[in-house]
């Protein structure tokens, strides 16, 4: 059973531990892998960004966020990233997440979602924004230096909301 809510202060070691195993990685995010915990939680915690945690029944096992893709007059743009823990991964954590995120969205008044930076070769994340009723409606070539296959492509995801 995954329980999301709201995250709090008391959730930073949490939520630290699974950005760092998740971008220490490397293989989805552009994060620095060496990133560290004040600025990752500076950017995933800060004042202009929704955070939420999902919990199992005995531990956080993942976070989202979502924040405006732009300020001003691109504001009504929701932007969104999601992170599992990589133990809790394929269990459905991440489509949870990502219903609750459409929800929580348009219930923060944004009119449709935008994903910039996809990358390609994350199978499990492109198949899910699809099974979400994402498009891709961009690819930027070479956009990401993947730790072993290299230059790949990375996607830019959308939909309305
Ligand atoms: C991507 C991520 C959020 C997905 O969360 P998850 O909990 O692992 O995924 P789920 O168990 O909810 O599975 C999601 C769906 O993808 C499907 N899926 C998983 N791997 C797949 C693959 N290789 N090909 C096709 N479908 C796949 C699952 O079958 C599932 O479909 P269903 O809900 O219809 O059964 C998670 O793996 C993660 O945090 N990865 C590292 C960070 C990341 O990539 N974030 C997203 C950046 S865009």
Redesign the pocket.
Known sequence: MITIRRAERSDEDAIWEIFHA?VERGD??AFPSDMSRRDALALWMAPTVHTYVACDETSIV?TYIIRANQPGRGSHVANA????APS??????????GEHCLAEARRLGFTSMQ?NF??ST????V???K?LGFDIIGTVPAAFNHPTRGLVDAYVMYRPL
């Not at 990233?81 to 599992?84: I, N, Q």
């Not at 809790?88 to 997440?97: D, E, H, I, L, P």
């Open positions: 998740v989805t995010y993942g990233a999601f992170m599992v809790a991964q394929g269990r459905g954590a991440g489509r949870r997440m994903f996809v990358v994350n199978e499990s994340a198949a899910l924004w099974k």
